[in-house]
């Protein structure tokens, strides 16, 4: 473990011109180091991801637009003949829609 550093320096500068398996033939004792050296690379190839713009902006330290905060409930006032209610929530059908008991009463619901 204290020689790797040493040993992924030399590895990079090397030029191999024979195929690996002839190369592992050659230098048994090193075949299991060798063979941890290339599946761990193999590895690190494999972990690579393509980023998305936000991504490399944080990674490059551009400004990303700030995200805003939730913006609450929108309301709007309504009107069902002669009642008139200030803050309706606005439903935009994607759910069920509940009536509180009190308008049910008020509207004469029973």
């Given at each position: 473990?204290?020689?790797?550093?040493?040993?992924?320096?030399?590895?990079?500068?090397?030029e191999?011109?024979?195929?690996?398996l002839?190369?592992?033939?050659?230098?048994?004792?090193?075949?299991?180091?060798?063979?941890?050296?290339?599946?761990?690379?193999?590895?690190?190839?494999?972990?690579m991801?393509?980023?998305?713009?936000?991504?490399?902006?944080?990674?490059?330290?551009?400004?990303?637009?700030?995200?805003?905060?939730?913006?609450?409930?929108?309301?709007?006032?309504?009107?069902?003949?002669?009642?008139?209610?200030?803050?309706?929530?606005?439903?935009?059908?994607?759910?069920?829609?509940?009536?509180?008991?009190?308008?049910?009463?008020?509207?004469?619901?029973?």
């Amino acid at each position: 473990a204290k020689y790797k550093g040493l040993f992924d320096k030399v590895m990079d500068e090397i030029e191999v011109k024979l195929p690996i398996l002839d190369a592992l033939m050659l230098i048994p004792p090193y075949q299991k180091f060798l063979k941890d050296a290339i599946l761990e690379r193999t590895k690190e190839v494999q972990g690579m991801v393509v980023l998305s713009q936000e991504c490399s902006a944080i990674i490059q330290s551009r400004v990303v637009t700030k995200k805003l905060g939730d913006p609450g409930s929108f309301t709007l006032p309504c009107s069902l003949g002669p009642l008139s209610f200030r803050n309706s929530l606005c439903d935009l059908g994607a759910s069920v829609s509940i009536m509180p008991l009190t308008v049910a009463k008020r509207l004469g619901f029973s």
